[in-house]
């Protein structure tokens, strides 16, 4: 991920309360680089002391920063950016580069010293460069580049022609050559993360030598490698995936810096709806989707896009029940012709197209409805969305139900109410909830109440949650004890022990007396013992029954005395 930057590299910024010199002249504090809350999580990881300055010269600034995984991040002086190797791709720096900087700012002498020392080195470096026989120096690198292919690819990208990189094929040998090394019985075992910093690094090469293309090569043969090993990869952390995105992301980016004509582009367009249509691997389809969004800006791309799109277009939905992925797929190529005739402003084809498909497909329905009120025709809008409503399972709906509710609002308050109740009913959601009640009467909300109370209760499986749930916003506490006390189930009387606990002390203790000993006895091991002194804990704190809990306690110890991790816990009772 790159953060644009500037920097005044004779100046580290004090951060927290001060500016931040991007160039001279200018000022701007940390905060207005990043979001909210990649500043709070970026403060809170270098509070933590996660991150770790590997490195520091005067035009770099190095860092190790542990999150899920340890993410490197280089602050780059003379290019004026910020990397890290995390899958951020949102707006400013990410919570690492921040955690960098305050890190930066907290060492300033440390990283003084490092970057003087650097200076130094590199003085040194220079001196001896300058006062080495130009043959014993040749020789010197040409042993150093016979024991070190990374050194040899380097020098090539360093000092070839533009143009004048090696194949494709060549590039994807040597990445299937990193796989081999860490393969078992060809299978990649799950955490074996092979480092791609070796490409990685070359394709930067190419890309400051403006070889776009010969950079683009690289991220092409990372992605086609990528997939054609993930049938033999466990790839459980997404690690593979989150690569796979990145390449093809710096290959779209490098060519549109190469700044190709159209049939050069028209080339690559085809290149990538082809592997988009391959589906390989399965998870890509979105990123070859938006690489083709990102990579077709003019109307030409358009217009070629669309043409190659048709052929492949369906006359009609397959029925989804019989058939998904035919469906998905037949789904996801309409969606890809809605957007295009979108983009180049077709809209007879478009609306064409909607009408035809909006009752098979909910997405096409919702897009449908939105598009018509656009355009100025709320009337059909509204008819398309309540077709939808009687068409589409409620658990598909809730989009159409949001438009229709929001077109209600000041235009029919009875159907306004309807929709948000079904929309409470259908998604649980407790905005819908507080929503209609606003809007209801007193009388017209006691009986939606009634309504909402009887389609919980015939829920026995997710519904008696909710219930008890509402019955203690609407303060029906005396309901709501019944229903908890009825499930005899310890998790439910610790879910809402802070609401009903006190004011139903005796039937609360008794109810935790009967299930707290088998419960203790279900399980082993420190976690569940301490599951066990939390709730002893709450059960302490019901006014009244401190001494009965000291029993309960001491007929614990008596029966779990050969489990000292047990015992152990039970101290702080």
């Not at 020098?155 to 090696?166: M, P, T, V």
């Not at 952390?237 to 549109?256: N, P, Q």
């Not at 190709?260 to 592997?275: C, T, V």
């Not at 809007?439 to 008890?468: N, P, S």
Request: net charge negative.
């Amino acid at each position: 991920m790159k953060v644009i930057m500037a920097k005044d590299s004779a100046f580290i910024p004090t951060l927290m309360d001060g500016d931040f010199p991007l160039r001279p002249s200018q000022s701007y504090k940390l905060k207005e680089l990043c979001t909210e809350q990649s500043f709070q999580k970026g403060l809170r990881y270098f509070q933590e002391g996660r991150v770790k300055i590997s490195d520091a010269s005067p035009s770099c600034v190095v860092a190790i920063v542990s999150g899920t995984e340890n993410y490197r991040v280089e602050i780059d002086l003379d290019k004026f950016h910020a990397f890290c190797t995390c899958p951020y791709d949102l707006e400013g720096f990410c919570k690492h580069i921040v955690a960098t900087f305050l890190a930066i700012d907290s060492n300033k002498k440390e990283v003084d010293r490092m970057m003087d020392e650097c200076g130094l080195e590199l003085k040194k470096m220079q001196s001896l460069l300058e006062s080495a026989e130009p043959k014993a120096l040749k020789d010197f690198f040409q042993k150093e580049m016979e024991t070190d292919p990374d050194l040899r690819d380097r020098f090539l990208a360093c000092f070839s022609e533009i143009g004048d990189g090696r194949s494709l094929s060549n590039y994807r040998r040597e990445v299937d050559s990193l796989f081999d090394e860490v393969e078992e019985r060809g299978f990649i075992l799950y955490g074996a993360e092979l480092d791609f910093a070796p490409f990685e690094n070359l394709a930067k090469i190419y890309v400051r030598k403006d070889d776009f293309l010969e950079a683009a090569k690289i991220y092409q043969a990372l992605t086609e490698t990528i997939a054609e090993k993930m049938d033999h990869v466990d790839d459980s952390d997404g690690y593979y995936e989150g690569k796979f995105s990145d390449f093809l992301d710096g290959f779209v980016e490098c060519i549109m810096l190469a700044e190709l004509g159209a049939d050069a582009r028209q080339m690559h367009i085809n290149y990538l709806f082809k592997r988009y249509l391959q589906k390989d691997p399965d998870f890509s389809q979105d990123d070859y989707y938006d690489a083709l969004k990102q990579l077709c800006t003019s109307k030409d791309d358009l217009y070629y896009w669309k043409k190659l799109l048709e052929p492949h277009l369906p006359d009609e939905l397959p029925d989804k029940e019989q058939d998904w992925g035919k469906y998905y797929q037949a789904e996801n190529l309409i969606s890809m012709q809605l957007h295009l005739l979108t983009r180049l402003g077709e809209m007879a084809d478009l609306y064409a197209l909607m009408e035809k498909h909006y009752r098979s497909s909910y997405e096409f329905c919702l897009q449908y409805t939105k598009q018509l009120l656009e355009n100025g025709d709320r009337t059909k809008a509204i008819r398309i969305a309540e077709e939808g409503t009687a068409h589409f399972p409620d658990h598909l709906s809730k989009g159409l139900r949001e438009f229709l509710s929001e077109n209600y609002r000041e235009r029919d308050p009875i159907k306004y109410k309807e929709q948000l109740l079904n929309l409470f009913l259908a998604s649980r959601e407790w905005k819908y909830y507080e929503q209609l009640k606003m809007a209801a009467t007193k009388e017209e909300w006691q009986e939606m109440l009634d309504k909402i109370l009887v389609h919980f209760a015939g829920d026995d499986r997710y519904g008696r949650g909710k219930l008890i749930e509402i019955y203690i916003r609407e303060e029906r506490y005396d309901s709501a004890v019944r229903e908890v006390l009825a499930q005899r189930n310890i998790h439910s009387l610790r879910a809402y022990h802070k609401e009903l606990a006190n004011l139903y002390p005796k039937d609360y203790f008794t109810a935790y007396k009967e299930l707290i000993f088998p419960f203790a006895e279900c399980r082993m091991g420190r976690e569940h013992y301490q599951d066990v002194a939390t709730i002893l804990m709450d059960m302490k704190g019901i006014e009244g029954f401190q001494s009965e809990v000291l029993k309960i306690v001491e007929r614990l110890r008596r029966e779990n005395k050969r489990k000292p991790v047990f015992i152990d816990e039970l101290k702080a009772l």
